[in-house]
């Protein structure tokens, strides 16, 4: 893939994709489990428990010191539920103070105005909220009718990039109801991102009638961060596999509670060092390494770290 085009398909900030263009052993962004338990317990997560503690705040400012000095350009908290965290605002005026970009993922049950405005003053810069559908089902209680109070609440307060994202795929029984949401995303003038989920076995299958018609709209009416990369999304909703360099490791990685980088949320254990042992070295390793679940990989985050790199070709 060109440079130029790869580095629009993200469009990072000029800086970023400079940086990355000159030095290809820094991490573009690391996403970091300050939390792991949640209030919520949605069906096709395993991303967390009933029972973890918050990691202490001097645990998470070292992973952040070392992230600084891997010259990390973005952090983004997830979970679990970061919100929970009882140092939220403080970790990300950390990230801040180290000068990297502050990123939150969150359920979204937490919003009232008094966090948003806390999320405000330690200097948030983007948070992405997921929606599942419009009322709660067995599967997830991350509905429009329970959280579109919160999403007007961003609307009035928060003074961060906000994108709202949903999921078509296996176990989504209402596909319309992905589209109604990016619809009302719009209206508050959120961006909006589609991603395409595994069945419960782990396997990929392709989207539906119902559900390509659904992508297609989504996808042709917003801005947001998975409608850069298509070509990618496109062989997922075909079920056929990608051809990409996995840069995981390197330019992304996923920081545990425990403190270990790993590849992703699913391939915890791969790596499996603790960050604070993480070197350029490391970096460099898994930065040509190939892995073999990325051409059925489904997660955006990874393949759009990766992306600015796709035109580099990896040695013998």
């Known amino acids: 893939m060109p440079l130029m085009k790869s580095l629009r398909q993200i469009a ?15 991490p573009i ?12 317990a949605c069906g ?21 010191d070392k992230l600084a000095a891997l010259r990390c350009e973005i952090v983004t908290l997830s979970g679990g539920e970061p919100m929970l965290h009882p140092d939220v605002e403080a ?31 330690a200097g948030l810069q983007f948070l992405q909220i997921s929606i599942d559908n419009i009322r709660p089902d067995a599967v997830s209680q991350k509905s429009l009718k329970v959280l579109d109070a919160k999403l ?43 991603g ?24 042709g009416t917003s801005a947001g961060m998975y409608t850069r990369i298509r070509s990618f999304q496109q062989n997922l909703i075909d079920g056929k596999p990608n051809d990409w360099k996995c840069r995981a490791g390197a330019r992304y990685l996923y920081v545990c509670e425990d403190g270990l980088v790993h590849y992703c949320s699913q391939q915890r254990g791969a790596p499996g060092i603790p960050l604070a042992d993480y070197t350029r070295e490391d970096i460099a390793r898994e930065f040509d390494r190939p892995k073999p679940c990325a051409p059925l990989c489904t997660i955006g985050c990874v393949h759009r770290a990766s992306v600015l790199d796709g035109w580099r070709r990896s040695p013998a």
């Open 196 to 219: 395409i989920i595994h069945d419960g076995t782990g396997h990929l299958q392709p989207l539906g009638e119902r559900e390509r018609g659904v992508y297609d709209e989504i996808v």
């Open 152 to 194: 007007e609440n961003l609307a009035k307060h928060a003074r961060f990039g906000v994108n709202v994202n949903s999921v078509l795929g296996s176990g989504c029984e209402r596909p319309e109801d992905q589209l109604e949401i990016a619809r009302r995303a719009k209206e508050l003038g959120f961006s909006t991102s589609v």
């Open 91 to 121: 970790i990300i005026a950390g990230i801040r103070r180290r000068r990297m970009i502050a990123g939150l993922i969150t359920n979204g049950y937490f919003l009232q105005p008094d966090r948003i405005e806390g999320l405000n003053r």
């Open 44 to 64: 096709y997560c395993n991303e967390y428990d009933k029972v973890s503690k918050p990691v202490p705040l001097a645990d998470v400012e070292r992973w952040l």
């Open 12 to 26: 990072p900030a000029p800086g970023i994709a400079a940086r990355a263009l000159f030095d290809r052993h820094h």
């Open 29 to 40: 962004l690391a996403q970091i489990v300050p939390m792991r338990r949640c209030n919520l």
